[in-house]
């Protein structure tokens, strides 16, 4: 049985995760770490800590769908008490990016923007798509609900990622992220990434490809965050006994 700690047990699919343990076979929830309290009950068998080492300690693996500087305070205390770690944390700066990197060639971590198997497939098909389509302008357009705190979305972010690789760009040169005004015409290689926010929206994604005559569009709705939190317990039981590295939800989901 894989013992599995939440990290950021709090949150939206935090809560998710903790429910859909108790029906998935082979792994358990077995610690939880908050920064006060829990604010909602869970089995008292299972260890609910404020500190980072006991919580480590207590489990064969973590999941994390924090906030970015808890996901950096994991990953320093995960570089002293190493442990597979699942991260779905979005917003990430430069500097806990390398940190994770870092992390990663002292344990194995998936990270991904998305844990779902229909966003890793999407990743795929625009890299293909932006290859292919030579001329066509690529448009991405991510809807979320209010109170989502990052913008664009990390699943906008990796979707851009993946068509600039598929054109041979770097996207921090080609990347837009808001027109207004007298801004002149389009550039052949700009990527836009486009934010919408609104209601109770969990995640709309829509990647453009726009020539003259005609166009296509490649879309994914996800409907319930329980998309999230199942592809994340699918991740952990993949990696929990992988070797130290980098990977993401296509190595998983072999894509």
Known sequence: MVKVGVFGANGRVGKLLIDDLRATDGISLSSVYVRSSLNFSIDPSILVTTDLKSFLNGCDIVIDFSLPEACEALLEASLKTPKPLVIGTTGLSAHQLNLLKQASEYMPILYATNMS??????????YQA??????????IVEMHHKHKKDAPSGTALTLAESCARGRGLDLDKVRVSGRDGNIGE????????????????????????????????????????????KGALRAASWLVNKESGLYSISDCLEL
Do not use: P, Q, W
């Open 117 to 126: 198997l229909g966003v890793a497939l999407l990743n795929k098909l625009v």
């Open 186 to 229: 389009r550039s052949r290689d700009e990527i836009a990434v486009m934010a919408l926010r609104g209601g109770d929206i969990v995640g709309r994604h829509t990647v453009g490809f726009y020539n003259e005559g005609e166009f296509i569009e490649l879309n994914h709705t996800a409907t319930s965050r329980n998309t999230f939190s």
């Open 130 to 139: 932006a290859a292919a389509l030579e001329g066509f302008d690529i448009e």
